[in-house]
C-alpha cells in the first residue's frame, strides 16, 4: 500500500499542545499537512500550540498556533477562519481537547459540571460546527472526535465527564449519516495511552507491571492518521486504539423477549431473560432496529 499522505490538505488539531494531540498534529505535519495547532494560552511561560507548531517549523512543515480555549465564545469558528484566511481550505479537523478531573458526581459542583460538558462537549461541537460548512462545499473532509473508554463503559468518579464522552458516539452515528453524502466522513477514536492525562486510570486498571509503558502515544497516532485520511473506508464509527489492539466498538442489544400483553410484574419475572447478553443482535441504523422491534409489535 501506498504511504499515507496529507501533502496540499490543511489540518486543525485541538487540545494540540501536548500528550496525543501534539503527537497528531507532528504526524499530520510529518505526512504533509499544514496544521493549526490549538491549544488555550497558558498565563506565562512559552505557549504550548506555539512550542509545537515551531518544532513542526524547524522540522520542515507548516503549522501556525490558535492559543483559542476550545470552549470560548467563537473560538471553533477562528480557528477554522485562520486555516482559511492562511490556507484556503480544511481537509481534516480533529478534536482532541479534553479535560477530565476524577471525582464522584454528588460532590462536584454544577459549575464543574459545566466546565466539563464546555470544554468535552461544546468545546467540540464548535470548530466542528464551523468546519462543516466548508468541507460539505467542499465535498470532502474528514473529522475525528475523542471519547473515552468511561464514556463507554463508565468508571467510580468518572459521571460527569463519561457524560460529555458518551454523547460522542450518537454524534457520530448520525453526522456520518448527514455527512455522507456530501463526502464529509466522522469517526471517535476511543485511545488507550499512557500520558499524563490517563496514567492515573491506567494505574487503576490492575495491569500487569509494565504493560502501561507499552501503551504508547504513537500507537494511537497510527489510529488518529488513518482515520483521518482518505484511506479509512470507515465513518460513524467508534475505534478502540491502543497499545496493539485496534478494534471497533459498537452498542449492541440483547435478544430479550416480547410480551404481548406487558405488565411491570410480567417484566420483573422474566428479568433475567430481559438482561441476558448471551445472544447480542448488531444493528446499524436506528431504522434497522426499529424495523426490528416493530416486527414483534405486530407478530401473533
Known sequence: MQPIRFDG???????????LGRVYAEDLAARGARVVVNSRAHESGPQPAEVVAAAIRDSGGEAVASLDAVEADGAGARMVEQALDLWGRLDVLICNAGIGPARMFHRMSLDEVRRLVDVNLMGTLAPLHAALGPM???GRGRILVNTSNAGAFGGVGFAAYAATKSAMHG???????????RGVGINAILPFADTEMAHA??????????TAGR????AVAAAAIWLASDACPLSGAIV?????????AKMVQGRGIALSDPTPEKLAERAAEIAATDELILYETTPEMLRDVAALAIEP
Open 201 to 210: 486510570a491506567l494505574a487503576d486498571a490492575s495491569l500487569p507491571p509494565g
Open 171 to 181: 454524534l457520530v452515528a448520525s453526522l456520518a449519516e448527514e455527512g455522507r453524502p
Open 9 to 19: 490538505q490543511v489540518a486543525i488539531v485541538t487540545g494540540a499542545g501536548r500528550g
Open 215 to 218: 501503551m504508547t502515544p504513537s
Open 240 to 248: 478502540v486504539a491502543g497499545g496493539r489492539a485496534f478494534r471497533r
Open 136 to 138: 460539505r462545499d467542499a
